[in-house]
């Protein structure tokens, strides 16, 4: 498993989307272009370049141009030609991720936002939801916590089920999840990938 995270949102401006579309096919560009604001096309031109760049450094490709994607019944995404590379994308207002592995992937970023009580109750357990109401630093649990819930639904390629709630409270030995947490940048980032 490789992994790549950006985190100079600083950088998310008109002027460095223009760049990047220099950078990418008229097919990529179209559809970055589809997003009517700067985020969405900046996020989505960063993240792709990410992905070729890990893709060609890494030398799991020759050339990464062009990258034709594929995606499954839940929107996940795959790349067209190379069916033995998983990977998978994230962002956040505080970092982009991008993830590659040889076996399904999930991956998700999340800024530290303190969570409602209407918000804990929708998408954690009791357990999860006393944690982050008696954490020090509740943004972080929750940010924690939610990254974990949702690479490991990225990972089987479901997108966020009805089992929201209670997906952690279960055992997944099949799955690693691996957090980290940037306190200074405020964010957490969990990876989940299949066990070996």
């Not at 460095?16 to 996020?43: D, N």
């Not at 998408?123 to 940010?143: G, I, K, L």
Request: aromatic content about 10%.
């Amino acid at each position: 498993m490789i992994y790549s995270l950006f985190t100079d949102m600083s950088r998310c401006t008109s002027d460095e989307v223009q760049r990047l579309l220099s950078l990418v096919s008229e097919e990529q560009r179209v559809e970055a272009l589809k997003f009517k604001h700067t985020f969405g096309q900046f996020t989505t031109l960063k993240s792709l370049l990410m992905l070729k760049e890990l893709l060609v450094e890494n030398h799991l490709v020759l050339s990464a141009d062009p990258l034709r994607f594929g995606y499954n019944s839940h929107g996940k995404p795959h790349l067209a030609d190379f069916t033995d590379i998983h990977f998978n994308i994230s962002h956040c207002p505080n970092a982009i991720a991008v993830a590659i592995d040889d076996a399904p992937i999930g991956v998700d970023v999340e800024r530290f936002v303190m969570p409602s009580d209407s918000l804990l109750s929708y998408c954690m357990n009791d357990n999860e939801a006393q944690q982050v109401r008696q954490s020090a630093q509740p943004e972080r649990t929750f940010a924690s916590f939610w990254t974990q819930k949702e690479a490991l639904f990225k990972q089987r390629g479901t997108g966020i089920t009805h089992e929201l709630r209670e997906v952690l409270a279960h055992p997944h030995p099949d799955i690693i999840l691996e957090t980290k947490v940037f306190d200074e940048q405020q964010f957490a980032f969990t990876i989940a990938t299949a066990s070996r």
